[in-house]
T-cell receptor, first 112, second 116 residues
Framework: KQEVTQIPAALSVPEGENLVLNCSFT??????LQWFRQDPGKGLTSLLL?????REQTSGRLNASLDKSSGRSTLYIAASQPGDSATYLC???????????FGQGTTLQVKP | GAVVSQHPSRVICKSGTSVKIECRSL??????MFWYRQFPKKSLMLMAT?????????EQGVEKDKFLINHASLTLSTLTVTSAHPEDSSFYIC????????????FGSGTQLSVL
């Protein structure tokens, strides 16, 4: 059974710092992995989608990497801003059906 | 881009009542939609897969009679929480695959259900 774990559960950094969020999954047989952002009481915004054949994806200040063999993904946020404060979730699709298994999330606070 | 609309965004109801949540794909067709629930400070857990024109597929431990799912058209799926109780209070959110293959999933904005 696929399990997704995110470390740390919470993170607080000063504005301008570069940071890395970690995601690990137990079964390397995945089709894709997605990183999402969730603001309190709100829905999810997809940030980056990495297909199983890809190693990384970049969007602006965000870079996500995928090492399928080791069951790990990282989300790198460069030059963090207070507006980046949110909960970040990673999720894997192990069945290519769109059914996602989510990690518990990392709640990020960027202090001005 | 593709948009998934979910409403209501917030519902407060008395124990014993039923609540319907709608999830619509606004500019694309979705033969499949997914329903998740999220408890405070917890992650999202898949409840069921909604299939247009056929019965929904429920995850283990999810009561079919409690959480009724209807996917009557290619753009609308509904989740009805029947005879809601306080323990059903949660954040419910739907998603749909985008219109193109290997495209990311699109999520609704979620519904916060509070049962008194």
């Amino acid at each position: 059974k696929q399990e997704v774990t995110q470390i740390p559960a919470a993170l607080s950094v000063p504005e301008g710092e570069n940071l890395v969020l970690n995601c690990s999954f137990t079964d390397s047989a995945i089709y894709n992995l997605q990183w999402f952002r969730q603001d309190p009481g709100k829905g999810l915004t997809s940030l980056l989608l990495i297909q199983s054949s890809q190693r990384e994806q970049t969007s602006g200040r965000l870079n996500a990497s995928l090492d399928k063999s080791s069951g790990r993904s990282t989300l790198y946020i460069a030059a963090s801003q207070p507006g980046d404060s949110a909960t970040y979730l990673c999720a894997v699709d192990s069945s290519n059906t769109g059914k996602l298994i989510f990690g518990q999330g990392t709640t990020l606070q960027v202090k001005p | 881009g593709a948009v998934v609309s979910q409403h209501p965004s917030r519902v407060i109801c008395k124990s014993g009542t039923s609540v319907k949540i709608e999830c619509r794909s606004l500019d694309f067709q979705a033969t499949t939609m997914f329903w998740y629930r999220q408890f405070p400070k917890k992650s999202l857990m898949l409840m069921a897969t909604s299939n247009e024109g056929s019965k929904a597929t429920y995850e283990q431990g999810v009561e079919k009679d409690k959480f009724l799912i209807n996917h009557a058209s290619l753009t609308l799926s509904t989740l009805t929480v029947t005879s809601a109780h306080p323990e059903d209070s949660s954040f419910y959110i739907c998603s749909a695959p985008g219109p193109r293959s290997n495209e990311k999933l699109f999520f609704g904005s979620g519904t916060q259900l509070s049962v008194l």
